[in-house]
């Protein structure tokens, strides 16, 4: 006996998580991937102790920490002078019971896609529409007998019904833009980033982030000795240098070591590139009728505090919770629930991306010589002041399942 019929758009992280979850929750989950395969765009991921405390709700949460490498934070200028080393990452742990991991992408869909039942995903098939259903209130129809209409959704093998739809398709979410053709859509954030796999390298290489003007070179270490690298700075949007490697060492050749040695070991064919997109203004919400928005879908962020995908896994487990208690009567006001706990915390945690990646891109020597003294005083004298800044994003808990319901934004 299922509780109802879910539709989720989308097998990324957010969505192998949501698909996972809601299974577990009762719900007879379709899953609609368009790619052929669950191959992950991007190398490696980092997961702060919220994302795993969501990966913990879900299931998966203990495989992925055998699997990781904690990460011990440090901000170096390009010169490699340290501004701030190692103390806040052993504080992180202490606080909040976990460090930040490093896994492989490819390690963190893996465990989520252990945890969705056989026969709930479908790959190789394109959402092509979703008809929200919902109340008469909200824009959709009544049935018959005062039931609310149902979501009709479209894909490329055929078409079904759904009591809840939950859209994880991403930053271009086809399913946003038809469900709020008035919203502005995206934005580019001003820069563009790469990302790459180098390695195996000799010795103990230190995670760091370094910072030039108005650049970011990360790197940071892999359980199997390879380093996972990436860099950001402004660019043209839509610019490509053709040989993304050689402009790497055009911009970074030049930077402390081990950057120059990772570079020299890379292949072309490793690195990627991407520009970084924002919303143009937050979402009116994350419902209508009977469709959810959950991930970069509803609230993409700049990466510069690694928490796209901890917020996508976030959004997974307190979806799932509320539904575990929810039937399909119930999904409209379950989802307004979903909407008044997911919107404050996302909105808070995009603005603090946002800060961050304008910190990062200055450019002027006096913006960037005050940033790089405030950061080394920081570190010298309020280590704690740090910590408390980003402790609300880290010290998030799921909700448990009974209580959900009653959880307060
Ligand atoms: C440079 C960079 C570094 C980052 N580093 C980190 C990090 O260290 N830590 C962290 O937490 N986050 C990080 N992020 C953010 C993170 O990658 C994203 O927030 C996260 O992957 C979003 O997951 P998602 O499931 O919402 O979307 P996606 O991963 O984009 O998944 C969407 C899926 O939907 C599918 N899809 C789309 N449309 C349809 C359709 N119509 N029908 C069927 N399927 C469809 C797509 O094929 C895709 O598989 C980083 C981002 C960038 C750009």
Same mark, same amino acid.
């Given at each position: 006996?299922?509780?109802?019929?879910?539709?989720?758009?989308?097998?990324?992280?957010?969505?192998?998580?949501?698909?996972?979850?809601?299974?577990?929750?009762?719900?007879?989950?379709?899953?609609?991937?368009?790619?052929?395969?669950?191959?992950? /765009?991007?190398? +490696?991921?980092? $997961?702060?102790?919220?994302?795993?405390? #969501?990966? =913990?709700? !879900? *299931?998966? @949460?203990? %495989?992925?920490?055998?699997?990781?490498?904690?990460?011990?934070?440090?901000?170096?200028?390009?010169?490699?002078?340290?501004?701030?080393?190692?103390?806040?990452?052993?504080?992180?742990?202490?606080?909040?019971?976990?460090?930040?991991?490093?896994?492989?992408?490819?390690?963190?869909?893996?465990?989520?896609?252990?945890?969705?039942?056989?026969?709930?995903?479908?790959?190789?098939?394109?959402?092509?529409?979703?008809?929200?259903?919902?109340?008469?209130?909200?824009?959709?129809?009544?049935?018959?007998?005062?039931?609310?209409?149902?979501?009709?959704? /479209?894909?490329? +093998?055929?078409? $079904?019904?759904?009591?809840?739809?939950? #859209?994880? =398709?991403? !930053? *271009?979410? @086809?399913? %946003?833009?038809?469900?709020?053709?008035?919203?502005?859509?995206?934005?580019?954030?001003?820069?563009?980033?790469?990302?790459?796999?180098?390695?195996?390298?000799?010795?103990?290489?230190?995670?760091?982030?370094?910072?030039?003007?108005?650049?970011?070179?990360?790197?940071?270490?892999?359980?199997?000795?390879?380093?996972?690298?990436?860099?950001?700075?402004?660019?043209?949007?839509?610019?490509?240098?053709?040989?993304?490697?050689?402009?790497?060492?055009?911009?970074?050749?030049?930077?402390?070591?081990?950057?120059?040695?990772?570079?020299?070991?890379?292949?072309?064919?490793?690195?990627?590139?991407?520009?970084?997109?924002?919303? #143009?203004?937050?979402?009116?919400?994350?419902?209508?009728?009977?469709?959810?928005?959950?991930?970069?879908?509803?609230?993409?962020?700049?990466?510069?505090?690694?928490?796209?995908?901890?917020?996508?896994?976030?959004?997974?487990?307190?979806?799932?919770?509320?539904?575990?208690?929810?039937?399909?009567?119930?999904?409209?006001?379950?989802?307004?629930?979903?909407?008044?706990?997911?919107?404050?915390?996302?909105?808070?945690?995009?603005?603090?991306?946002?800060?961050?990646?304008?910190?990062?891109?200055?450019?002027?020597?006096?913006?960037?010589?005050?940033?790089?003294?405030?950061?080394?005083?920081?570190?010298?004298?309020?280590?704690?002041?740090?910590?408390?800044?980003?402790?609300?994003?880290?010290?998030?808990?799921?909700?448990?399942?009974?209580?959900?319901?009653?959880?307060?934004?």
């Amino acid at each position: 006996m299922t509780r109802g019929r879910a539709v989720v758009v989308g097998a990324g992280i957010g969505g192998l998580a949501a698909a996972a979850g809601l299974s577990s929750a009762g719900w007879d989950v379709k899953l609609f991937e368009r790619a052929t395969t669950l191959e992950p /765009v991007g190398a +490696a991921l980092a $997961l702060a102790p919220n994302g795993l405390r #969501a990966l =913990d709700a !879900i *299931g998966a @949460g203990d %495989r992925l920490r055998e699997l990781a490498v904690p990460q011990e934070l440090g901000i170096r200028r390009s010169s490699g002078r340290w501004l701030m080393r190692s103390s806040t990452g052993r504080m992180i742990a202490d606080r909040f019971g976990d460090s930040i991991i490093l896994l492989p992408r490819s390690a963190v869909i893996d465990a989520l896609a252990a945890r969705v039942p056989e026969g709930v995903l479908s790959l190789a098939t394109e959402v092509v529409s979703v008809e929200p259903g919902g109340t008469a209130g909200q824009g959709g129809t009544a049935g018959q007998g005062g039931q609310t209409a149902v979501a009709h959704v /479209v894909t490329s +093998a055929g078409e $079904l019904d759904a009591d809840l739809v939950v #859209a994880a =398709d991403g !930053i *271009g979410s @086809g399913t %946003r833009a038809a469900l709020f053709p008035g919203h502005p859509g995206l934005r580019y954030a001003g820069f563009t980033t790469w990302r790459l796999l180098t390695g195996p390298v000799a010795g103990r290489v230190p995670m760091a982030e370094s910072w030039g003007r108005g650049t970011v070179f990360g790197v940071m270490p892999l359980s199997d000795g390879r380093v996972y690298c990436y860099a950001a700075a402004p660019a043209e949007p839509g610019a490509s240098a053709g040989d993304e490697l050689a402009e790497l060492v055009r911009l970074f050749g030049t930077w402390h070591e081990p950057i120059p040695t990772l570079l020299a070991g890379a292949r072309p064919r490793d690195v990627l590139r991407h520009d970084v997109a924002e919303l #143009a203004a937050p979402l009116p919400s994350f419902d209508k009728g009977r469709v959810a928005l959950l991930g970069d879908a509803a609230h993409p962020m700049t990466p510069n505090l690694g928490q796209g995908a901890c917020q996508a896994l976030e959004d997974a487990a307190v979806i799932s919770a509320l539904a575990a208690g929810t039937d399909p009567d119930g999904v409209a006001a379950m989802l307004a629930r979903y909407t008044a706990d997911r919107q404050p915390r996302t909105a808070y945690v995009v603005r603090w991306s946002r800060r961050a990646a304008t910190m990062t891109t200055w450019s002027a020597p006096p913006a960037v010589a005050f940033r790089d003294t405030l950061m080394w005083l920081l570190a010298r004298f309020a280590p704690g002041a740090t910590l408390r800044g980003i402790g609300t994003i880290y010290g998030w808990e799921p909700p448990a399942p009974t209580e959900a319901g009653q959880r307060e934004a």
